[in-house]
């Protein structure tokens, strides 16, 4: 290789060189750029971002958590009151139901009446000495439990044999209608 060519040849390498670190200048700033560029971006939404606020809206959403936490505990609550309330009732129920068995095994010919005298006396009273005692008129209303207790043991007890038959217990109102009809 001659001299001339060797020259030509580092003068081509010595551009090609100055050609690649200006392109690798301009990558760079390229690349500086792009980086700036992405931190203004950055720098710019988190001062956008207000710790304060953030702060402020965590707090009102813990509050708004400890509120709807204090609400579901009161309404597990508020369902055991009403289980046992119903555990309570179920259980009034069921001592009313073996009174009334036991008072008919004890009085087979007993009545309504006699039979909520002796389970609520104190429901009684005696209007004047000549007439037997009357019982309050809320054992006679369409909803009372005893009244629908007894005549739904009377579904199945009806006739006792040796002509004894109790008595299907009507409501207070059909009661007054039956007694208009028959004045009449």
Not at 20 to 46: H, I, V
Not at 82 to 91: F, S
Not at 102 to 129: M, T, V
Request: proline fraction near 2%; hydrophobic fraction near 30%; glycine fraction near 4%.
């Amino acid at each position: 290789m001659s001299l001339n060519a060797f020259h030509r040849r580092e003068i081509l390498l010595s551009k090609q060189r100055r050609a690649q670190e200006s392109a690798n200048k301009k990558l760079s700033q390229r690349r500086n750029n792009r980086f700036r560029t992405g931190l203004k971006s950055l720098s710019s939404a988190f001062q956008k971002i207000n710790p304060g606020q953030w702060i402020e809206q965590l707090e009102k959403d813990q509050e708004l958590a400890d509120k709807l936490e204090e609400m579901n505990r009161e309404m597990e609550e508020e369902q055991r009151r009403k289980q046992i309330c119903n555990e309570a009732r179920r259980a009034c129920y069921d001592a009313v139901r073996d009174h009334l068995r036991s008072y008919l095994d004890e009085n087979p010919n007993g009545s309504y009446e006699g039979w909520i005298r002796e389970l609520h006396p104190e429901n009684s009273r005696q209007e004047n000495k000549e007439e037997e005692d009357v019982i309050d008129h809320r054992f006679y209303a369409e909803g009372s439990d005893h009244r629908i207790l007894w005549n739904e043991h009377l579904l199945y007890n009806r006739d006792l044999g040796d002509g004894v038959v109790r008595e299907h217990v009507p409501t207070s109102i059909m009661q007054k209608i039956e007694e208009q009809g028959i004045q009449k």
